[in-house]
C-alpha cells in the first residue's frame, strides 16, 4: 500500500477482507487505507463503500467502527 502511494498518491485504498483485529484496521489506516470493511458487508454497502471512498470519505464496517471508537473502552 506505501509503495502504491508513493508512486500514485492520489490512489483510494479501501480494505475488502476478513480480518477483524485491531492491529489489521490500524495498519491498515496507518499505511494509508482510506476505508476498511469487511467481506461480510451486504453487496448494498460494499458499492455504497466504494462510492464513498472515490467521494473522500471513510467507510468502515460497523462492527469495525464501534470496535475502535475511543467510546467502546
Same mark, same amino acid.
Given at each position: 500500500?506505501? @509503495? @502504491? @502511494?508513493?508512486?500514485? =498518491?492520489?490512489?483510494?485504498?479501501?480494505?475488502?477482507?476478513?480480518?477483524?483485529?485491531?492491529?489489521?484496521?490500524?495498519?491498515? @489506516?496507518?499505511?494509508?487505507?482510506?476505508?476498511?470493511?469487511?467481506?461480510?458487508?451486504? =453487496?448494498?454497502?460494499?458499492?455504497?463503500?466504494?462510492?464513498?471512498?472515490?467521494?473522500?470519505?471513510? =467507510?468502515?464496517?460497523?462492527?469495525?467502527?464501534?470496535?475502535?471508537? =475511543?467510546?467502546?473502552?
Amino acid at each position: 500500500m506505501k @509503495l @502504491l @502511494l508513493d508512486v500514485w =498518491p492520489a490512489s483510494r485504498i479501501l480494505i475488502f477482507t476478513i480480518y477483524e483485529d485491531d492491529k489489521y484496521v490500524f495498519d491498515a @489506516l496507518k499505511y494509508g487505507a482510506m476505508g476498511y470493511i469487511l467481506k461480510s458487508e451486504s =453487496p448494498e454497502n460494499i458499492l455504497a463503500s466504494i462510492r464513498d471512498v472515490l467521494d473522500g470519505g471513510v =467507510p468502515m464496517s460497523r462492527g469495525i467502527a464501534i470496535k475502535s471508537s =475511543p467510546l467502546s473502552e
